[in-house]
C-alpha cells in the first residue's frame, strides 16, 4: 500500500531525519495538452523537486519530496507544471494537512499544533485564519431561541457574551458592552424575531438593548444574580458588624462566614444553632439575616403571583435599618420589578453563560498573545468545528483561478526550516500539554452550569487551578 495514499502521487521512499518523515515521491499524471491554450503535446522541459508539508503519520511531522515535471508548450510558449490534486499551492502543503491544522487549532494551542505538524506558530495561525472566513461563511451559527447575554472581560476589554442556553454553546461574542455597539449588533442578528427567552444579568445596557431589539422576546434577570444581591446586602452587614471587634472574635466570626451564607434550609441542626449563637449578639446582622433568607425564600414560590405578593410584603416589612445595605437589590427589584419575576414563567437562568465565560477566562490565559477575534472563533466554533466535513474546505479558494489553475504553475521551492527542525529534535523547548479546549467546552457541557452561581466557582476551581498550571 501506498505510503501517502494521494491521489496521482506514489511514494517511493522514505526515511525519519531529526524526528521528520521525509518521503521522496512523484506525480503520476502525463500531460496531453497546454492547460492554457490547449494545444496538444507540450514537451518536457525539466524536472524539480518541490517540498510539501503533510499530516503527520505515526507522530512524526512529515514532508513530501515531490519530483515533478514541468512542461512547456510549442504554441503559446508557457511553461508549467503538471497538475496536482490535494496540495494547496498557498501553504506549500497537502489540503488534508490544512484541515488536520484547521480542525485541531479550533480546539487546541497554536503552539502545540505547531509542534505536532513541524511548522512554525505563523503558519498555524494563518491557515486558522483562513479557515475562520471560511466557517463563518458556511457555517453560521444559528440564532437561539433560549438566549444568555452576559459581560466578560475579555483581552483587556469588557464585552458582550451571548450564548445558546438550550444547546448550551457559545453564540456570539462582541468587543464591547457599550449601548452603541451593542445595539448596532443586535440589531443586525439574524432572525432576531425568534429569540423567545433571554436571561440575563440586570445590566440596564443589556435590560434595554435587548427589550429594543427583540421586543418579542421575554426578558429573565437571572435568579442568580439577584440571589447575589441579597448575599452582598448580608456580607456588608457581616463586615460592619465584625469591625469594631477585637481580633479574635472577629476572626471567629470570620471563620462561620459559609455557614451564614448557606440557606437556612440546607443547615444541620447543629450548624442552625451555632449560626443562631452567632448572630445573638448583633440585632441589626440578625435582621440581616433574616431578609436575606426570606427574600431567597421567594424564589420557591409556586407562581409568579405569588412570588409577587411575596416581593410586594418583603419590600414592605423591610427594617428601615437595612435599606442602606439592601440598597442595590431594592434598587434591581424596582427598575426590573417583572424581569425578576418572569423567572416564573420562564425558568431559565444565565448559569451557563457564566460557567462558560470563567472557564473562557482559562482559554485566555493558556493562549497567550490571541487577540479577541481568535478567542471568538475558537470559543464560537471550537466544539462545532469538530464535527464540521471539510471535504469541500479548499485552502486555495482565495487564490486568483483556485487550485484548478494554481495545480499547474506553483513552482516555489520555499518549503524548509532547518531551525524548526532542529529545536524540535533537541526537544528543548517541548512542554507540558494542558487540558485542552475540548475539554474544557465538554466540561461545560457536561453541567457544571447547574450548580448555582455560588457553587460554580468553587466547583471549578480545581480545573481553574490545573489549566493554570499547565498554562
Ligand atoms: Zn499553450
Given at each position: 500500500m501506498d505510503l501517502l495514499q494521494l491521489k496521482f502521487v506514489q511514494a517511493l521512499s522514505s526515511e525519519v531525519r531529526d524526528e521528520v518523515l521525509i518521503v521522496d515521491a512523484k506525480v503520476l499524471i502525463k500531460l496531453a495538452?497546454?492547460?492554457?491554450?490547449?494545444?496538444a503535446s507540450p514537451y518536457r522541459h525539466d524536472s524539480r523537486t518541490q517540498e510539501f508539508a503533510d499530516s503527520p503519520i505515526r507522530g512524526n511531522p512529515v514532508r513530501i519530496r515531490l519530483q515533478r515535471q514541468r512542461y512547456r508548450c510549442r504554441a503559446c510558449r508557457k511553461a508549467f507544471f503538471e497538475p496536482l490534486v490535494g496540495f494547496s499551492a498557498k501553504r506549500n502543503m497537502t489540503q488534508r494537512l490544512v484541515h488536520y491544522i484547521a480542525q485541531d487549532a479550533l480546539i487546541r494551542t497554536f503552539a502545540d499544533v505547531a509542534e505536532d505538524v513541524g511548522l512554525d506558530v505563523q503558519t498555524v495561525r494563518g491557515v486558522f485564519l483562513d479557515f475562520s472566513d471560511w466557517l463563518r461563511a458556511h457555517h453560521p451559527i444559528a440564532t437561539p431561541r433560549i438566549m444568555g447575554i452576559d459581560e466578560a472581560k475579555r483581552a483587556k476589554v469588557l464585552c458582550t457574551v451571548l450564548t445558546d442556553l438550550q444547546r448550551r454553546e457559545y453564540f456570539d461574542m462582541l468587543p464591547s458592552r457599550k449601548a452603541e455597539p451593542l445595539n448596532a449588533y443586535l440589531s443586525k442578528v439574524p432572525d432576531k424575531e425568534k429569540v423567545e427567552v433571554v436571561a440575563m444579568d440586570l445590566h440596564q445596557g443589556f435590560v434595554h438593548a435587548i427589550g429594543r431589539h427583540m421586543p418579542q422576546a421575554v426578558r429573565v434577570a437571572d435568579k442568580y444574580h439577584v440571589a447575589r444581591l441579597a448575599q452582598n446586602a448580608f456580607d456588608k452587614a457581616h463586615v460592619d458588624a465584625r469591625k469594631p471587634l477585637p481580633t479574635g472574635e472577629r476572626l471567629a466570626m470570620f471563620r462561620h462566614r459559609g455557614l451564614l451564607a448557606t440557606r437556612d434550609r440546607r443547615l444541620t441542626d447543629d450548624e442552625r444553632a451555632k449560626v443562631a449563637k452567632t448572630l445573638a449578639p448583633f440585632p441589626l446582622l440578625q435582621a440581616a439575616h433574616a431578609a436575606k433568607e426570606s427574600f431567597l425564600a421567594?424564589?420557591?414560590?409556586?407562581?409568579k403571583d405569588v412570588a409577587s405578593r411575596q416581593l410586594s410584603v418583603w419590600l414592605t416589612v423591610l427594617p428601615a435599618g437595612l435599606s442602606g445595605y439592601f440598597r442595590p437589590l431594592i434598587t434591581a427589584v424596582s427598575n426590573n420589578r417583572e424581569i425578576i419575576l418572569n423567572y416564573f414563567t420562564h425558568r431559565y437562568t444565565n448559569a451557563f453563560t457564566e460557567a462558560a465565560n470563567k472557564l473562557s477566562d482559562l482559554l485566555q490565559q493558556t493562549g497567550r498573545g490571541y487577540g479577541f477575534e481568535v478567542m471568538r472563533i475558537k470559543l464560537l466554533y471550537g466544539k462545532r468545528g469538530q464535527a464540521i466535513d471539510l471535504t469541500d474546505y479548499d485552502a486555495d479558494d482565495d487564490l486568483p483561478g483556485g487550485s484548478a489553475t494554481t495545480a499547474f504553475v506553483f513552482s516555489k521551492m520555499t518549503f524548509s526550516s532547518p531551525t524548526l527542525r532542529k529545536k524540535q529534535a533537541s526537544g528543548g523547548d517541548r512542554k507540558r500539554r494542558g487540558p485542552s479546549f475540548a475539554r474544557v467546552g465538554r466540561l461545560i457541557g457536561e453541567g457544571y452550569y447547574d450548580l448555582g452561581n455560588q457553587t460554580i466557582a468553587d466547583e471549578l476551581e480545581p480545573l481553574i487551578r490545573e489549566f493554570a498550571a499547565t498554562a
Open positions: 495538452e497546454c492547460p492554457f491554450c490547449k494545444a421567594i424564589y420557591e414560590a409556586p407562581n
